[in-house]
């Protein structure tokens, strides 16, 4: 299983980047999927996620400017990040929970990572 992310950059403040994410490989189901950052010296942490379902979670730094969409026939989820702050500014990292077989319980599967910097 890979899972592969891409979109970011370098935008200003006020600005809007969207990011995509693939998952691809040996696939059964994917039962969830979202976006974690990690900023330079802070630990990572959970800034969206979507269920296959469509119920979403947003941390309550992000709501408001964030969106988060979940394609289940393609396997991909894309966060639309608007009105962007220096806050924003991290590692992107994409993560899948995905089922490998119908036995399978289940585990979460990360991307590498893509840089989202703001700043004017």
């Known amino acids: 299983v890979q899972v592969v992310e891409s979109g970011g950059g370098l935008v200003q403040p006020g600005g809007s980047l969207r990011l995509s994410c693939v998952a691809s490989?040996?696939?059964?189901?994917?039962?969830?999927m979202g976006w974690s950052r990690q900023a330079p010296g802070k630990q990572r942490e959970l800034v969206a996620r979507?269920?296959?379902?469509?119920?979403?979670y947003y941390i309550d730094a992000v709501k408001g400017r964030f969106i988060i969409r979940m394609d289940n026939a393609k396997n991909t989820v894309t966060l639309q990040m608007n009105n962007l702050k220096p806050g924003d500014t991290a590692d992107y990292f994409c993560?899948?929970?995905?089922?490998?077989?119908?036995?399978?319980?289940?585990?979460?599967?990360w991307g590498k990572g893509t840089q989202v910097t703001v700043s004017s």
């Open positions: 993560h899948a929970g995905i089922y490998l077989d119908a036995d399978d319980s289940g585990d979460d599967y």
């Open positions: 490989g040996s696939i059964f189901s994917i039962y969830n």
């Open positions: 979507i269920t296959n379902g469509g119920d979403t």
